[in-house]
């Protein structure tokens, strides 16, 4: 079983519609989660962070996070062509190290 | 500007001739890693920092050196490349390590071809 999975993707939804990404996570130690875009040959730029159950709203971005049952998503409401990228979910866990790893990510393509 | 340095952004070389990716924050981070990226296997860890002359190995070591001399540099060095460590590669770095939710910031990449 990977650390942090994805569905590979691609996912498309038409353009103003909500999407909707999920993640799932192995290491019930995990302490803090993250979420990623990466345009093409681009590097990753953060999005949002959460660390605690429930949902966290930034702007058309919400994260929500459920850790009895190893799951973080994220939501992407009134979807622009601009969003269309691949979104890494990203999981740390507690540590000197505190290693973040990153699920293989979602590609997302929003239609006109 | 807060930010990921790397060079070169790209890179084709030939099997066996050693190379170096430099790397170089200036947000005065303790923390630094280098990562690659192959489609379908995501971001790996390579070698991760916790700070000056402390390295230690990520998922992903083999045929790979780092050192951290100063704060800032963390280069890597391919010693005798081969055409698998093709791939597309990452810095990274962070502050204060024990703080879990704090942001990592990715240099540009760099795209290696080894022929």
């Known amino acids: 079983q990977k650390e942090v999975e994805q569905n590979s993707g691609p996912l498309s939804v038409p353009e103003g519609a909500i999407a909707s990404l999920n993640c799932t996570y192995s290491d019930r130690g995990s302490q803090s989660f993250f979420w990623y875009r990466q345009y093409s040959g681009k590097s990753p730029e953060l999005i949002m962070f959460?660390?605690?159950?429930g949902d966290k709203e930034d702007g058309r971005f919400t994260a929500q996070l459920n850790k009895a049952s190893q799951y973080v998503s994220l939501l992407i409401r009134d979807s622009q062509p601009s969003d269309s990228a691949t979104y890494l979910c990203a999981v740390r866990n507690t540590g000197t190290a505190s290693k973040l790893t990153f699920g293989t990510g979602t590609r997302l393509q929003v239609t006109l | 500007e807060a930010q990921v340095t790397q060079n070169p952004r790209y890179l084709i070389t030939v099997t066996g001739k050693k190379l170096t990716v430099t790397c170089s924050q200036n947000m005065n981070h303790e923390y630094m890693s280098w990562y690659r990226q192959d489609p379908g296997l995501g971001l790996r860890q390579i070698y991760y920092?916790?700070?000056?002359?402390?390295?230690d190995k990520g998922d992903v070591p083999e045929g790979y050196k780092v050192s951290r001399k100063e704060k800032r540099n963390f280069p890597l060095i391919l010693e005798s490349p081969s055409p698998n460590q093709t791939s597309l590669y990452f810095c990274?770095?962070?502050?204060?390590?024990?703080?879990?939710?704090?942001?990592?910031?990715f240099g540009p990449g760099t795209r290696l071809t080894v022929l």
């Open positions: 959460i660390y605690s159950n």
């Open positions: 990274a770095s962070r502050p204060t390590p024990g703080l879990s939710y704090n942001e990592q910031f």
């Open positions: 920092s916790m700070n000056v002359e402390v390295t």
